[in-house]
Nanobody, 129 residues
Framework: QVQLAESGGGSVQAGGSLRVSCVVP????????LSWFLQAPGKEREFVAV????????LYADSVKGRFIISRDNDKKTVYLQMNNLKPEDTAVYYC??????????????????????WGQGTLVTVSS
């Protein structure tokens, strides 16, 4: 089930930047906390970043902190992940995900895939040396 739609993936050299986007279906879907996960071939999906409903609070995985920035534009119903200083180990399929409740929780509790109900199809990011 593809309910969100990522775009913007591609190939970039190490040290470069890339921004991926995810359009959230209209209605109540756009009112939930949103996140980005990544999945490398043969590995489990890993948390990257999460942003609160109003976009005022964010949390990042240690591996991307200081390099990636998550943001959202609720008018456009879109969540973004700006990826800077990319490394080869960042190579993965990036997925956006949405919760299914408007209730507010500490972001530190929203770092596992099981906390999210709606997912996109993923967009591939490849970082070369």
């Amino acid at each position: 089930q593809v309910q969100l739609a990522e775009s913007g993936g591609g190939s970039v050299q190490a040290g470069g930047s890339l921004r991926v986007s995810c359009v959230v279906p209209g209605g109540t879907f756009s009112r939930y906390a949103l996140s980005w996960f990544l999945q490398a071939p043969g590995k489990e999906r890993e948390f990257v970043a999460v942003i609160s409903r109003n976009g005022r609070n964010t949390l990042y995985a240690d591996s991307v902190k200081g390099r990636f920035i998550i943001s959202r534009d609720n008018d456009k119903k879109t969540v973004y992940l700006q990826m800077n200083n990319l490394k080869p180990e960042d190579t993965a399929v990036y997925y956006c995900a949405s919760r299914d409740t408007i209730l507010t929780y500490p972001l530190a509790r929203l770092t596992t895939a099981g906390e999210y109900t709606y997912w996109g199809q993923g967009t591939l990011v490849t970082v070369s040396s």
